[in-house]
T-cell receptor
Framework: GENVEQHPSTLSVQEGDSAVIKCTYS??????FPWYKQELGKGPQLIID?????GEKKDQRIAVTLNKTAKHFSLHITETQPEDSAVYFC???????????FGTGTRLAVRP | NAGVTQTPKFRVLKTGQSMTLLCAQD?????MYWYRQDPGMGLRLIHY???????AKGEVPDGYNVSRLKKQNFLLGLESAAPSQTSVYFC???????????FGQGTRLTVV
């Protein structure tokens, strides 16, 4: 089955700096890669996603890049703000397309 | 629009007791999932369903059973609770694997 590795597990940045979270996946047939943000006491919420036919996608301060050859994808947050502090999860669809496999999460802290 | 609703939100069980967690979605989604979240281990898939009347095992199915008798409901059962099942449980639903998954608020279960 699919295996998703996520790094780093914790990340602390100064407000205004950029943050980068990286994930690798094992199943070359995976074709959907979402990123979720989980705030304290809440369920995860989708913030951005990318499909295998696209190399990069951007939404305001958030961008995701995908390298299918190397089987890794990354989340980039620019001009970080205190409200960006949360746990972020990457995920990849399985080759059979019937379920998502999540990474182990990155706890991001933005220092004011 | 309620989205995905989980009941109960908190529960304490004694070892050996049984209980059922209920997940209800009002978005007419075909796919529903049960995950457990443990520190440092991300979101691990317990069971999932690709439509009414179907269920399938995920990554960590042992000790759990599920049923999807109605499209809008997905039940997770623990027949004989063990301390290792202490966790936060999340239900999610989506139209299909390659679309946004919506999560409930979670159920914090403690088995003593």
């Amino acid at each position: 089955g699919e295996n998703v590795e996520q790094h780093p597990s914790t990340l602390s940045v100064q407000e205004g700096d950029s943050a980068v979270i990286k994930c690798t996946y094992s199943d070359s047939a995976s074709n959907y890669f979402p990123w979720y943000k989980q705030e304290l006491g809440k369920g995860p919420q989708l913030i951005i996603d990318i499909r295998s036919n696209v190399g990069e996608k951007k939404d305001q301060r958030i961008a995701v890049t995908l390298n299918k050859t190397a089987k890794h994808f990354s989340l980039h947050i620019t001009e970080t703000q205190p409200e960006d502090s949360a746990v972020y999860f990457c995920a990849a669809s399985s080759g059979s397309g019937d379920k998502l496999t999540f990474g182990t999460g990155t706890r991001l802290a933005v220092r004011p | 629009n309620a989205g995905v609703t989980q009941t109960p939100k908190f529960r304490v069980l004694k070892t050996g007791q049984s209980m059922t967690l209920l997940c209800a979605q009002d978005m007419n989604h075909e796919y529903m999932y049960w995950y457990r979240q443990d520190p440092g281990m991300g979101l691990r898939l317990i069971h999932y369903s690709v439509g009414e009347g179907t269920t399938a095992k995920g990554e960590v199915p042992d000790g759990y059973n599920v049923s999807r008798l109605k499209k809008q409901n997905f039940l997770l059962g623990l027949e004989s609770a063990a301390p290792s099942q202490t966790s936060v449980y999340f239900c999610a639903s989506s139209y299909y694997t390659g679309s946004e998954a919506f999560f409930g608020q979670g159920t914090r279960l403690t088995v003593v």
